[in-house]
């Protein structure tokens, strides 16, 4: 094979072709967002920011996230919409709040250093239609390593779903690469609050470490505090319960509308006043502020 003979000017040609379309065809994932997810257009998918993660999905789609983080922080907050693929509004909730977290710094006495992912399970978001679990057909909000999870999880699908296949474990904990990239993130941001955005329930649910005083967010917005208890294998149970970091659920309304840009500000607004409220700075001791 001859590498040095010069390319014929056709394949120059289709080589300049090819660096000038580069830039388009690399766009990111606000071709597929701005069309999938309501209350998404491109501007706002694109002044997200999303950087790609080294993670794939089980078809291979990548796990975009975004990190906004001041100078010093002092809190480290992880927010993850769309667990759920067919949760569309959650993914939207979560970009709306990119923006608002990377607009002018807001007076609080913590500086909040932020992850992002917007959208955990890209296969479901994706699908047609959009479906709750990944490709796999596992759900993912309930494949996390809680203790027993051999026995509780296969248990609680059979018994308590009747075998619903919308909720299905998997074989073993962290068996997809979606739940097990979310449990190395936070091995790795080490987050003192998870934030997890789903629909379409309109509630507020929280999972924190099991001590005594502790005052999980009573509304954010229009939704209001309504604890529903704890599924063997989901992010809340082995968060909130098993590694002591406290997780806010947010059930929004509709799983296909967002609510109101107020609305959505409102919630971001309430979520940044309870943070200071409630989540001491990490210098400082125990992550959660006893109550009053
Ligand atoms: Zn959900």
């Known amino acids: 094979m001859n590498f040095k003979r010069p390319a014929s000017p056709c394949w120059r040609l289709l080589g300049v072709l090819l660096l000038v379309a580069a830039p388009a065809m690399a766009a990111g994932p606000c071709d ?28 291979g789609r990548t796990i975009w996230v975004r990190d906004i983080r001041p100078d010093n922080p002092t809190v480290r907050v992880l927010v993850i919409g769309a667990i759920h693929g067919d949760e569309l509004s959650s993914a939207s909730l979560a970009l709306q709040w990119i923006r608002l977290a990377s607009q002018s710094p807001v007076d609080m006495p913590q500086a909040v250093h932020w992850r992002f992912i917007p959208a955990l399970n ?144 409102q919630m971001w607004i309430d979520l940044l006043r309870w943070i200071s409220e409630r989540i001491k700075p990490e210098r400082t001791g125990p992550s959660l502020m006893p109550a009053r």
């Open 122 to 265: 890209p296969d479901g978001l994706f699908s047609h239609p959009p479906k709750r679990v990944n490709a796999n057909g596992v759900d993912l909000n309930r494949n996390f390593p809680t203790p027993n999870w051999d026995r509780d999880a296969k248990i609680y699908w059979e018994k308590r779903t009747k075998k619903d296949p919308r909720r299905y474990p998997g074989l073993k904990p962290l068996s997809e690469p979606e739940s097990k990239f979310l449990q190395e993130e936070m091995e790795r941001f080490k987050p003192q609050l998870i934030v997890s955005i789903h629909a379409p329930y309109g509630v507020l649910d929280f999972d924190g470490p099991a001590r005594e005083g502790y005052v999980p967010p009573s509304r954010l917005g229009r939704l209001y505090l309504d604890q529903v208890g704890i599924f063997p294998g989901s992010l809340g149970n082995y968060g909130g319960v098993h590694k002591g970091i406290p997780v806010v659920t947010i059930e929004l309304p509709n799983s296909t509308r967002t609510p109101l840009d107020a609305e959505m500000r």
């Open 32 to 59: 597929e967002f701005s069309v999938r997810l309501p209350n998404v257009k491109r501007p706002l998918c694109e002044s997200a920011g999303l950087q790609a993660s080294t993670a794939r999905s089980v078809q």
